[in-house]
């Protein structure tokens, strides 16, 4: 038996109570069913919603209606993250580049000045407790791991866009 439309959908439904009442919502149809139990109201719900399919395939919409966004406009939105992302770059390299402006001295920075600044903090952590330096070591490693995944895929790219449904949920500690 072929699978029609109305088996295909995987509808988004939201469950609503309210003044003792239940309402079963579906944003991407507009279809609603409501009743005085939940079963009464998914009752409703499905009929309803089988009814506006139903029409929808008679009326050979369906391929319109119940089709996935075209690729065109997927990569119109990947365009436009792409943009504003590189917007958002720029903006902080501006910034970045007005703070050092207002905070460096007016010479220009060369290599032998970050160079001496590496000796400084060497000089410096020299007169650290053990325990401070440990500490200070463990945070720069953490920081190092944690952005290595960055420095990969800054480069080494991927070919195509992630799709989001392939990130595992985050899990929240209790």
Do not use: C
Request: net charge neutral; charged share 30%.
């Amino acid at each position: 038996m072929p699978e029609s439309e109305s088996d295909r959908l995987g509808p988004q439904v939201t469950l609503v109570e309210k003044d003792g009442r239940f309402y079963l919502f579906d944003s991407k149809l507009a279809v609603i069913g409501s009743g005085d139990g939940i079963e009464e109201a998914y009752k409703q719900f499905i009929q309803r919603r089988d009814l506006y399919v139903s029409d929808v395939e008679k009326a050979g919409m369906a391929s319109i209606i119940f089709a996935p966004p075209p690729k065109a406009m997927r990569m119109r939105v990947l365009a436009e993250l792409s943009m504003f992302l590189a917007k958002t770059v720029l903006v902080i390299l501006v910034l970045a580049g007005l703070g050092a402006w207002a905070i460096a001295p007016l010479s220009p920075l060369s290599m032998s000045d970050v160079a001496d600044k590496v000796w400084d903090m060497g000089v410096d952590m020299q007169g650290m407790k053990d325990e401070q330096r440990r500490k200070l070591s463990l945070g720069l490693g953490e920081v190092s791991r944690q952005l290595r995944p960055l420095g990969d895929i800054w480069r080494n790219p991927p070919k195509e866009p992630l799709d989001p449904s392939a990130i595992p949920p985050r899990k929240v500690k209790e």
